[in-house]
């Protein structure tokens, strides 16, 4: 690979990815100097995946499709958001959720969404002011 990325993470060992594969963000709340990340499988059977950062070895968040849990989920967009990720067709926007598996209790972060655009290898996470949905939205249970 004559455009790889290798780096070092703690739980998936040494990672070899394309610079084509890496999402670029801004730096995430909390974060700001990960700006490098790429999606990893956890396995084909899960419905999450992980957001591992090239910047530092020991930052990765199991993420996943929030409309899967909650599929009424429509969390209040602004204009400049889409525009900062060069959407330009509602095909390139892709929007995750953190998930949060502490004290015996999977939730989702629906109050910081990740929004991806993968045609152009950009990301963002937003927090929504106006949002009706908690950073802790419970999922709802198998049925």
């Not at 910081?112 to 939205?137: C, F, K, M, T, W």
């Amino acid at each position: 690979m004559s455009d790889a990325v290798e780096f070092e993470n703690h739980r998936f060992g040494r990672v070899q990815v394309r610079e084509a594969e890496l999402l670029q963000f801004p730096g995430l709340p909390g974060f700001p100097e990960a700006r490098r990340f790429v999606v990893m499988d956890h396995d084909r059977e899960s419905p999450f995946a992980w957001l591992v950062s090239a910047d530092d070895p020991d930052l990765a968040f199991a993420i996943t499709d929030p409309f899967q849990f909650f599929p009424e989920y429509r969390p209040p967009l602004e204009r400049w958001q889409i525009r900062a990720l060069g959407v330009e067709r509602p095909d390139d926007l892709v929007i995750m959720a953190i998930a949060n598996f502490a004290g015996g209790a999977a939730s989702l972060n629906l109050m910081a969404p990740l929004l991806i655009n993968p045609r152009v290898g950009r990301g963002l996470q937003v927090i929504l002011d106006r949002s009706p949905y908690s950073a802790r939205e419970l999922l709802p249970a198998p049925r």
